[in-house]
């Protein structure tokens, strides 16, 4: 193996095709009129891919793909936590995804709730909180994360007569609205998106068209095998040099251009999008799903009196007011930029939301490293 | 977590609309009501937190399963990728063993 060779180290299936797509891209970025380029997605998942198959050797130096807010528990914003926390220590049982356990509130995570003597349980699905609710005669609160993709599988129980100690506590969120925020930054450079093909599974590629002709930026939406994403680059950056932007879906084999309509049937039926913050990026109008009346019966916020302000007396420590996630969500920073990463931020301590979950960017470069050192290596190389 | 995971039909139960759907070789019961496609034996859905959010042809299948067949290959417990595919996987209860001289749905 020649270790010069960032392609003999990546573990390509198709490492013909792999090297015909990096030369697309290096021909793409220089006939673009300027440089960098700078594109983002805004998915846990694409980042893993990218960082576990180390493609950022791979992309031509004057390409930068920034993760944006794909993390969905990451910008799960501390009031939505302090809920979860005041009703776990107001003796309420919570059941959650585990990634949520360990997602600093005010003063305290469920994690730490737990430590102290709180019910909290870690569950994969809704399902299984619903299970719950069946075994015990205990209220059971599902503190519902994730996007859209995710929100459908709570809308759907919902619809499914659950029983009557089974309630959400919603922080779902949804992902169209909050690129038009990012785009919107006066500090963005992006010049494109690159979607996130199983929430495009749900919503359709046709969700990112007024997106496209409101800001003038294009959308292409990609799988998750490392091809996948190479070929989704290729199309965006075609779409960025053609300066007529559009959607288009490099990922036909799941999404189309409806989306799966049944599945938004569900979703719109059960939740309505609200204006709320998300952590360290903005308010973002229409981006929480809440439950809507119809469903106030298993709305925890509804069915409870919540009451945080307990956790708010409070001064954050220094570390937190250190960290960077908001930038680094925003795609303005990269977690190489945070003086806490790696140091006193780690996976076993972590200091801010995007170290906790398996989508956080900071978590997902620590483990795999986001810029590997094999793009030094070719350059010695050649 | 928004990473849904491929896996075959085995047998569909209409009434309950609950497909048993192997991943690689653990067999788990998947619900169908998110599906907008009906589901087939020999079928493959996309799971996601224990629902299948689509269906995949099978001629399909073979390119979204190369991602999944890798990452389960290297069965790293401490990789991220790995471990979300486990999860979603998880989400989905175990399938109940078909009684014996049931009807085979899937002929």
Known sequence: ?382 | MCLGVPGKVIEVDREMQIATVDFWGVQKQVRLEVCDAPVDPGDYILNHVGFAIRRIPPEEAAETLALYDELLRLADEQDLMTADVRAEIDAAPDARPAPRGAPDESK
Not at chain 1, 95 to 109: E, H, N
Not at chain 1, 234 to 246: A, M, Y
Not at chain 1, 337 to 351: M, R
């Open chain 1, 1 to 382: 193996m020649n270790p010069s060779d960032p392609f003999a180290q990546m573990k390509f299936r198709d490492p013909a095709r792999a090297r015909g797509l990096r030369d697309a891209l290096e021909r793409l970025v220089r006939d673009a009129d300027h440089a960098p380029v700078s594109v983002m997605h805004v998915c846990g998942s694409h980042e893993q891919a990218i960082a576990k198959f180390g493609l950022r050797a791979a992309f031509p130096e004057e390409l930068q793909v920034i993760m944006g807010p794909g993390c969905p528990v990451c910008v799960t914003d501390v009031p939505e936590v302090d809920e979860a926390v005041a009703l776990a220590k107001q003796g309420v049982r919570i059941a959650s995804y585990g990634d949520m356990l360990r997602v600093p509130g005010t003063s305290q995570s469920l994690a730490d709730a737990k430590a102290e003597g709180a019910n909290v349980d870690v569950v994969y699905s809704v399902t299984q909180a619903v299970e719950l609710a069946r075994e015990h005669d205990e209220e059971i609160v599902f503190f519902a994360s994730g996007f859209e993709t995710t929100a459908v599988a709570t809308a759907a129980i919902l619809l499914d007569d659950p029983p009557d100690n089974f309630s959400v506590l919603s922080a779902h969120k949804y992902i169209p609205p909050v690129m038009e925020i990012v785009a919107e930054m006066p500090e963005t450079k992006i010049e494109g998106f690159l979607a996130a093909g199983h929430a495009a599974t749900i919503t359709g590629s046709a969700v990112f068209e007024k997106f496209v002709e409101r800001h003038g930026l294009p959308v292409v939406i990609a799988g998750f095998e490392p091809l996948d994403v190479m070929a989704g680059l290729v199309k965006l950056l075609e779409v960025i040099n053609s300066g007529e932007p559009r959607v288009e879906n490099a990922f036909p084999r799941c999404v189309t251009r409806e989306g799966n309509v049944h599945a938004q049937k569900l979703l719109w039926r059960v939740f309505r999008p609200t204006g709320g913050r998300w952590r360290g990026i903005a308010h973002v109008p229409n981006g929480n799903l809440r439950l809507r009346d119809e469903f106030a019966k298993y709305d925890t916020r509804k069915r409870f009196t919540i009451d945080a302000s307990a956790l708010w007396s409070y001064a954050p420590p220094k570390l937190v007011q250190q960290c960077q996630c908001g930038d680094i969500m925003a795609g303005i920073a990269s977690p190489s930029d945070c003086q806490l990463f790696g140091k006193e931020c780690t996976p076993d301590k972590p200091v801010g939301a995007c170290m906790v979950s398996a989508e956080g960017t900071c978590r997902i470069w620590h483990q795999y490293g986001g810029r590997p050192d094999l793009r030094s290596m070719r350059r010695g190389a050649a």
